[in-house]
């Protein structure tokens, strides 16, 4: 994660605390890690946010978290046509 470079498309970054909660779902400075911390933000994130950072978008950890029960998903408003995500650990 350390050869990223934080692009302002991508909104904030997370918090230390984010990064150490998504620590329980992905790797420790995976991409899927830093994709799990910027959905636990209080903004969420829209898939355009990962593509911009990562060029991927990264959707298939996110669902099986879901299926899972390990988080839970909440839809946010969003100004733009993008769906706008939030996960809160359960």
């Given amino acids: 994660m ?4 934080w692009k ?8 230390k605390k984010l990064l150490k909660e998504a620590a329980l779902f992905a790797a420790d400075g995976s991409k899927t890690h830093l994709v799990i911390a910027m959905a636990m933000r ?3 994130v829209t898939q355009n946010e990962v ?6 978008p990264y959707r298939n950890r ?3 978290l879901r299926e899972e029960h390990k988080v839970k998903a909440y839809v946010l408003p969003d100004a ?5 995500i939030r996960l ?3």
């Avoid at 302002?8 to 997370?14: D, I, L, N, Q």
């Avoid at 733009?80 to 706008?84: E, L, Q, S, V």
Wanted: aromatic residues 0%; proline residues 9%; glycine residues 10%.
């Fill in 2 to 5: 350390n050869d990223i470079k």
């Fill in 8 to 15: 302002s498309e991508a909104g904030k970054p997370p918090t």
């Fill in 42 to 44: 209080p903004s969420g």
């Fill in 51 to 56: 593509i911009s950072l990562l060029g991927h």
């Fill in 62 to 64: 996110i669902k099986k």
């Fill in 80 to 84: 733009t046509r993008a769906t706008r």
């Fill in 88 to 90: 809160v650990r359960r």
